[in-house]
């Protein structure tokens, strides 16, 4: 499948609200000091599906949560930015459930979502150490969390992922002709810039990292000194998979499924990574490299930065999948039925009015078409 990885952090749940009309919908209240507070209400009709404040207000809190967190914004700042962002927060609501109402649509793309939740559910209960998903479950709830909702979060996320991937990313890489592609190369040749890697990785785990930074120099000066790299990678490099250290059959090369060099575009490696090989010739040893585990040497095994087919489809799909996606979720709201509850009509009509306007603009900005056989 085309662009099939769906692993990433999910965003918020989304509760299940169906035929409800915002004329009929009573506000459920609670008591608080005689002052009522609504609990939930609708928000947005979307076809057959109805956005929740519940959801919304969840929504709300983790953007703040990313706001103080990850940007280092006070909490009052937070609070004022996630109240300026409302309307497109609530875009944001509206096109997750066209996506998954489309994404039920496309023929055998539910059931392949959900084994990719069961996947992942079944990944992170191993890397927790855990055997059976009832152990997780338990696990969950003393965290106070709940092993539905993660496995709902987990379905919604992958299901926009694939949807886009399907109805969008897929059309752009397929659609561009060799003479687009080969054009790009030309114009960008610096972007294709590839490498086949070996590395040793050296694991933190039970040392001190002065202790680890020290033979990683050793091991570097070894193999710029003469050692043979694949040799040194058997003998010391940490990396395992299933219990079994890796470089023992792959001599630190990373290769594909099929065991043939892996070809990595420089332009996309972690940066760190990048940075520590972009020099380097074929046969060149990188100066030990920091991760999070431990320390990577790396090894160029070739340089290259010919026309690679797939490599030219892929970077022009990233580039224009932004444009490329927002085009489809204004044409999935221009056709759906959206109709904003009273309350929030003034945040979220602009919205769509903006939809029509844009839309008006690129057909008229287009080239008159001419009846078939007419002359000009």
Do not use: C
């Not at 920091?290 to 930065?305: A, C, F, H, P, Q």
Request: no cysteine.
């Amino acid at each position: 499948m085309f662009l099939n990885n769906l692993k990433g952090r999910a965003g918020l749940l989304a509760l299940a609200a169906l035929a409800l009309t915002f004329a009929a919908a009573p506000r459920a209240l609670a008591q608080e000091e005689g002052t009522p507070t609504v609990l939930d209400e609708p928000v947005a009709q979307v076809n057959g599906d109805v956005i929740m404040l519940s959801q919304l207000k969840r929504q709300n809190e983790e953007f703040k949560d990313v706001l103080v967190k990850q940007r280092g914004m006070s909490p009052a700042d937070a609070d004022k930015e996630v109240a300026a962002k409302q309307s497109e927060i609530i875009l944001n609501l509206i096109n997750e459930a066209l996506l998954m109402q489309k994404g039920k649509d496309i023929p055998r793309l539910p059931e392949e979502v959900e084994a990719e939740v069961n996947r992942e559910v079944l990944r992170v209960a191993k890397s927790s150490g855990l055997t059976t998903l009832e152990e997780l479950e338990a696990a969950m709830r003393r965290e106070g969390m709940s092993l539905s909702d993660v496995r709902e979060t987990l379905r919604r996320q992958y299901m926009r992922q694939a949807v886009l991937q399907r109805e969008v990313d897929a059309k752009v890489y397929f659609n561009l002709t060799d003479t687009e592609l080969r054009a790009y190369h030309a114009a960008n040749r610096q972007k294709f810039l590839s490498v086949t890697i070996s590395e040793i990785f050296l694991n933190l785990a039970g040392r001190s990292e002065a202790e680890l930074k020290a033979k990683a120099d050793q091991l570097v000066a070894q193999a710029r000194g003469g050692a043979d790299f694949g040799e040194l990678a058997v003998k010391n490099s940490e990396r395992e998979q299933g219990g079994v250290r890796v470089a023992a059959k792959t001599r630190g090369l990373l290769s594909d499924a099929e065991g043939k060099p892996r070809w990595f575009l420089v332009s996309e490696l972690n940066p760190a990574i990048s940075s520590a090989v972009k020099d380097l010739k074929a046969g060149g040893i990188s100066d030990p490299v920091k991760t999070e585990e431990g320390y990577m040497i790396l090894r160029v095994n070739e340089r290259d930065d010919a026309f690679k087919e797939n490599f030219v489809r892929g970077v022009i799909t990233q580039e224009r999948s932004e444009k490329e996606h927002e085009a489809y979720l204004r044409g999935l709201r221009q056709e759906a039925y959206i109709k904003p509850a009273e309350g929030y009509r003034a945040i979220v009509q602009p919205a769509l009015e903006k939809d029509k306007s844009e839309t008006a603009s690129k057909e008229a900005a287009a080239p008159a078409k001419t009846e078939k056989g007419k002359k000009q």
